[in-house]
Structures are given as C-alpha cells and as structure tokens.
C-alpha cells in the first residue's frame, strides 16, 4: 500500500527537515505522524496550523553536567530536557542515559511521548530528557554524583504541575533516588510528584516496574481477541532483557504463551523449550543483580543458542526465527524491512512494540503489506507512563494503592487505548490498522487542547 502525504501536512514536513536536517530519528518520527493525519485535517482543517506547532517542541534545555569519577577525574557530559508539548497537562517522559543520546533522539522521543500520554486518558503532556552519560561500568557512587549534578541544573525546569520526569534506559530505581535525593535538598521540601519511578519507600507505585512490560502485553491480547485467539499456546519472540522485556516475558508466560528469545547489545539466545518462570528468575538475577550478558544464559541451560549480533541488522539474526507473535523490547529501529520480510515469511501473526519505535517505516510498509497486525509503540508501551500517572495521583493523594488495584487499573487504561485506536482508524477509513487509529485519536485530543488554549 503505497502512502502520499496530505499536500499541507508534506508542506509542514519539509519545513521540519529543512529546519533541522541533522536529526533523522526525529524526521522519522514526524513522518510517521504526519502520514495518518490526512483525514482528521480534511474533518478538521482548522487544526493545519496546530500541527505545524505541535512539531516544534515549547522548551528545550541543553546544559553540561561535570562530575568526578572515583579517582578525582573530572568528566563533563551533555544534558537534555525536551518539554515538547503540556497542551493537556504537565510535561511528562522518561530520562535516558546512554552514549547514543543527542538532540535528535530525545525529540523523537518527546515528539512520541505527546501522542502516546493523550492515549492513555490521563492529563500529562510530552517531555524527554537524558545525557550521553553510560552508567555502564560506572560505581554506585560516581553514578551518585553524575545524578546529583544532574539535577544541579534539571531541578529549576521541573516540578509536580511543570514536568515529571521518570526513569528510562540506563535511568532505573537507583538512578531516580539520586536524582531525587538532589531535587529535596534543592527544593527544600519532599514533593514526591515530582519524580516517577520512585522506591516504595518513599512514593512509588507498585506495578511501576512490570508496567510498560504488562502493559505491551495487555494490548496485544486485546489485538489477538479480535482474531478470536490469544497468547496460549502462542511463540513469542522477545528482544531485549532489561525490564520492558523481562515483565513482557513473564505476563506471556502467565497467559500461556511460550517465549523462545531475549537479547543485549551483544546477541541474542534461542531456547526452543521456553523461557519459563524459573529460567526467567535466572535472567533477572542475571541482569538486575549481576549485570551480566544474556549469552551467560547459554552456558547455563541446555539446548540454548547464543547467537552474536552483527554490526547491521541481519535476517540471520532472532527475527528469522518462527514465532507467532514478535515483540521488540530493545531499541529504535531493531526491524528492517528483511528482517519484517523473514517475520511474515515465517507465518508471524502479531508484532507488538514494546521499544519506542523498533520498527523502520520499511519493515512497518512490509508487515501492513502482509495484514500482519502490528501495535505501535505510542500504544502498545504506554503502561508505563500510564502507571506513572497513577503514582502522580497516588502521590497527589498521599495513599499507596494495593497491587492488584494498581494492576486492575494499568489493564482497563490499556483496554481503552487499543479500543480508542481500533475505533478511530474504523472511523476513518482505515480499520484494523492501529498506526493510523493511534496517531489520529493521540493528535486529535492535543490539538482540540491547543486550538482552545490559543496555540500559545
């Protein structure tokens, strides 16, 4: 199916480009925006100019962060704060430390975070941030100090009703007690909303940890009931091995699907029985505790293939391999267009991006080309952010809510947003292609926000 832009929104598309020319993963992530929203601008054409704003982001903060390593070496790393849109609430997106980080990155990401925080229903707005900092190999205490000089700079451009920050890659519940521990003694008061992603102990959320992971997984038992299925007896593919994939490997296996794959940035591992409960415990030990790489996991279970990762992505790699569903947990742009074509060869029936946008628009045209049902990431890993709202309201409450609530709550969010984007793209001419139906339902609530604040 071959896709032309609506003429003004391709207008506003160039000027994106044109104006930032260096930044492809944002490009990216406009284009693909911009390809849906055809016909909620023909049903709404006084919305042409809000979609122009709506891709410059409100704020973005650049500043340095010097800190000393553990032998009194000072390091000066780079960072970042995209408040990219608060027309319906307070900026709200995760922190990323990681060598990749750049301008381009964190605002494809915050670009994706507006649409994806409008589908869950509840009133936060899109922000990302970050630094070029790798925690890897780091010691807790000079993890300590980049985080407290960090937030030396971050803490003046944040707070409960302005931007909630939350963890993200390389930024897990040792990084956010840091950075809040700086952010009180700055402050001089415990705001507790300020931050998501916190311990128990002093306002976190139970389910905050599993939710992006359980709530991937609750979409796209919603997509399988459409087909009249669901995950038992089903073959998941599953990229990754850091949180989103851990909990998604452990909510299939609770609904009777066999996991077959997890991976790092080294390779990935094939165990054809199934990651099970128990050798799922071994990952988390693993991973969580030890740090260590997946192809340990080899080593220590009979029948499993270590397999390397190549320098580019490869159809030799894990998604040659036959699944009934693939979910890619890792990063952006982990399927290509051959690797989307050895997928549906392999008869695939369901891809559920748990990563923000994992898939190229080439191996996405491939699996719609195939009526594959596909989730994009802006729905189907909104639980974590979803859940972070309901750490927001449980700290806004001073109440801590059981976990069984907490997970009642993050699955009805994940319901209503597959039923939003399965309604919207039947609305509009497109049914079953949640792509569509996603970025039209995120987009028309924000620009209804705008229009009536006045676009400022």
């Known amino acids: 199916m071959v896709k032309i832009m609506h003429a003004a929104l391709k207008e506003i598309y160039d000027k994106v480009v044109a104006r930032d020319p260096d930044q492809p993963e944002f490009h990216q992530a406009v284009e693909e925006v911009l390809d849906c929203l055809g016909p909620a601008i023909d049903a709404h054409p006084e919305y042409i100019p809000i979609v122009e704003a709506l891709c410059e982001p409100e704020r973005a903060v650049q500043f340095r962060v010097p800190w000393y390593d553990d032998s009194g070496e000072l390091h000066v790393n780079r ?30 990401l915050a670009f994706e975070q507006i649409f994806k925080n409008s589908l869950t229903g509840l009133p936060m707005g899109g922000g990302k941030g970050g630094s070029d900092f790798n925690p890897k190999g780091k010691s807790d205490a000079e993890v300590m100090r980049f985080c407290q ?10 707070g409960h009703d302005t931007d909630v920050p939350a963890g993200d890659i390389g930024v897990g519940g040792r990084e956010i007690g840091y950075l809040f521990g700086m952010y009180k003694k700055l402050q001089n008061e415990f705001t507790a909303g300020v931050l998501t992603g916190k311990g128990m102990s002093y ?17 796209v038992r919603e997509m399988l009931a459409t087909k009249g299925t669901d995950f038992n007896g089903k073959t998941v593919s599953i990229s990754g091995s850091g949180n989103v994939a851990q909990f998604a490997c452990q909510k299939v296996t609770e609904l009777g699907g ?8 080294r390779g990935f591992v094939h165990d054809p029985a199934g990651i099970d409960a128990d050798k799922l415990a071994w990952i988390m030990e693993l991973k969580n505790v030890r740090r260590g790489r997946i192809s340990e996991y080899a080593e220590h279970h009979d029948g499993v293939i270590f397999t390397e990762s190549q320098p580019e992505p490869s159809t030799n790699g894990m998604w040659s391999i036959k699944v009934d569903v693939a979910l890619p ?34 191996g996405l045209a ?15 890993n909104a639980g974590g952010v979803a859940t972070s709202g309901l750490e927001m309201a449980q700290n806004s409450a001073r109440l801590n809510w059981g ?3 907490v997970d009642k709550k993050l699955s009805e969010i994940m319901v209503n947003i597959h039923k939003t984007a399965y309604d919207t793209a039947e609305k509009y001419g497109r049914p079953g292609d949640y792509v569509f139906g996603a970025n039209i339902a995120g987009f028309l609530k924000v620009a209804e926000a705008m229009n009536a604040q006045g676009v400022l």
């Open 366 to 380: 491939v699996f719609q080309e195939a009526n594959v049902m596909f989730a994009p990431g802006k729905a189907s």
């Open 149 to 158: 000089s960090f937030m030396m700079e971050l803490w003046r451009h944040i």
């Open 403 to 405: 976990r069984k609530k």
């Open 329 to 362: 947990c890792a990063t952006q742009n982990e399927i290509n267009q051959e690797e989307a074509a050895a997928l549906v060869a392999n008869g695939v029936m369901a891809v559920g991006e748990g990563a923000n946008m994992p898939t190229t628009p080439e």
């Open 203 to 219: 306002g976190g959320s139970l389910i905050r940890p599993e939710a992006t992971g359980y709530g991937l997984v609750y979409f």
């Open 79 to 108: 960072g970042f704060r995209i408040q990219f849109n608060g027309a319906i609430g307070p900026y709200k997106g995760g922190l990323r430390f990681h060598p990749t980080v750049n301008l381009s990155i964190l605002k494809f």
């Open 258 to 265: 066999k996991v077959v794959t997890m991976s790092d940035s």
